[in-house]
């Protein structure tokens, strides 16, 4: 059960600080910030009892829980976590806690609805993680729609309107066509097999034509390319991120888009593995352009939002190159860009989010010259754009080295202008910094530096950038038993392409497929 407890103390939460917001809103933000911490003790004690396990290195769950729901219909209450999951869900509780405590003064309207929806929100997001039953998983995947919007169109600034409605067509649409995906995979499960299931391990099983796997994959994988984002269906995200509070930009950023990459390993790749070899070329070339194109039109902003929004576009195209290089090494480096940009750009979210609170306004033309007067924000808005431009020693730096070393297997010519993105990089990140925090000041701001509250939040997230960075041994062999498994092969170094039928281990494991197309 405390997988289902891992869900149900946010949304219990949420639901008490919603009343208790109206009379003291300092109550509701210690109650959302205890039930956060209390899910993070037990996904520790889980963590822990489950490290020295054969489960931890053989690439199956740590923990299930398999309950019938509606047996009517073939769906259950199917939750379980591996090593990949693991990861995201601590990644989702540790920035929903920097969430809360970057809200504290920011968000004085209307709290405790405030702290529900952000709540509401972070349980969606832990039930996507934790799915195994594929109506379960739409399920949440659309509780995270709602609360988000009301996050954008409640508390985000001037066009927060526009900005929530894009995003809710955009992720809307998305979620449509991947519910029709679902709906054909039982169907077809059904009348081949008699059994009539959403269950994902009795659907990797499933006989599927040709043809009706490639379009049962591209419901799915529009369904998480548009939430990842994917250019072209990234139009939503730097309106989104512009316009929604603080919270709501390092949620959106750190964790809605991670969802997205996190359906195209568990779902995309395992259940349609020869569906994604015909995709495959297509995508890594798409991913290119992303990087490339995210990182030019970052260099072009004078919102400093709207500038951190653009670097996601671009950092999510490593995410996109990684999984579909499909190798161990590309793809690992891919879960640890999900981990590293979730941390180094929620980082640069709360920073633009402190500079507009100080300073009502997120236009850099009239910025310069904060460093001597708030030098401790200038110096963590220094270590997090060095972060962000790949710098070794922190965790993008690994992430993208892995990407790059993967793909260059694959195809040297996309990974050389994968390659240029990092040059691109340096230049955005550099250029914001100086723009910002060096030169003359533009105008004569006055403004307090980093209280004991931020500078305690910045710090935890430095230590977690520079962790991944420096000592990145932990998240590696906590992923790797995972891409293994026999539900989630990658390829050998040695093969350019996805092979048809399956995810092939390294040479020296054994060769086993569970799932395919026929």
């Given at each position: ?443 004569a701001w006055k403004m307090p530096d980093l209280s ?28 790797g038993p995972l891409l293994s498994a026999p539900r ?31």
């Amino acid at each position: 059960m405390i997988l289902a407890w891992l869900i149900i103390i946010p949304l219990v939460g949420g639901l008490a600080a919603w009343p208790l917001g109206r009379k003291n809103a300092a109550v509701t933000r210690w109650i959302s910030l205890a039930a956060l911490s209390l899910d993070l003790v037990l996904l520790a004690s889980l963590w822990s009892a489950s490290s020295s396990q054969v489960s931890l290195t053989s690439g199956t769950w740590l923990i299930e829980l398999n309950r019938p729901w509606i047996p009517q219909l073939g769906i259950s209450l199917h939750l379980a976590v591996d090593g990949l999951s693991l990861m995201l869900v601590a990644l989702t509780l540790f920035l929903g806690i920097v969430s809360v405590i970057c809200s504290w003064t920011e968000i004085r309207e209307r709290v405790g609805f405030f702290h529900l929806n952000l709540l509401a929100i972070l349980a969606g997001i832990l039930g996507v993680f934790l799915s195994l039953d594929l109506f379960l998983f739409y399920f949440f995947w659309e509780l995270m729609l709602v609360p988000m919007y009301f996050l954008i169109s409640i508390w985000g600034h001037e066009n927060r309107v526009y900005a929530s409605l894009k995003f809710f067509i955009f992720t809307q649409a998305g979620g449509l066509l991947m519910l029709l995906s679902i709906l054909g995979l039982y169907f077809i499960h059904g009348r081949s097999t008699g059994v009539y299931t959403f269950d994902y391990s009795l659907l990797l099983g499933t006989a599927l034509t040709p043809k009706a796997a490639f379009w049962l994959m591209l419901g799915f994988f529009i369904s998480f390319t548009v939430k990842l984002p994917m250019v072209p269906f990234h139009p939503w995200l730097p309106d989104a991120h512009t316009e929604a509070p603080t919270a709501g930009s390092v949620i959106l950023a750190g964790l809605l888009l991670k969802t997205g990459a996190y359906g195209l390993l568990r779902f995309v790749l395992p259940l349609f593995p020869e569906a994604a070899l015909s995709i495959a070329p297509a995508v890594m070339i798409i991913a290119v352009i992303g990087i490339i194109y995210g990182a030019v039109l970052a260099f072009a902003q004078t919102d400093l939002k709207r500038l951190v929004a653009y670097t996601s576009v671009s950092h999510m195209g490593f995410v996109l190159l990684g999984i579909f290089a499909g190798n161990m090494t590309a793809t690992q480096g891919a879960i640890m860009q999900m981990l590293s940009h979730g941390v180094s750009t929620g980082a640069l979210f709360i920073i633009a989010g402190m500079v507009q609170e100080r300073i009502h306004t997120r236009d850099m033309e009239r910025m310069g010259g904060f460093w001597s007067t708030v030098p401790r924000l200038s110096g963590v808005a220094m270590v997090f754009a060095l972060a962000s431009l790949g710098l070794p020693g922190f965790g993008n730096f690994v992430a993208e080295f892995m990407v790059l070393l993967g793909a260059y297997r694959v195809n040297v010519f996309v990974t050389a202008f994968a390659a240029a993105g990092l040059v691109f990089a340096a230049i955005y990140s550099l250029w914001m910094v100086q723009r910002t925090f060096h030169g003359g000041p533009r105008a004569a701001w006055k403004m307090p530096d980093l209280s004991m509250r931020e500078t305690g939040t910045m710090a935890a997230l430095i230590v977690v950038i520079f962790w991944l960075g420096l000592y990145p041994r932990p998240v590696l062999n906590t992923t790797g038993p995972l891409l293994s498994a026999p539900r989630h092969r990658v390829l050998s170094p040695r093969d350019n392409a996805f092979p048809s039928g399956s995810f092939h281990e390294a040479p020296q494991q054994p060769a086993g497929m569970q799932g395919g197309t026929k």
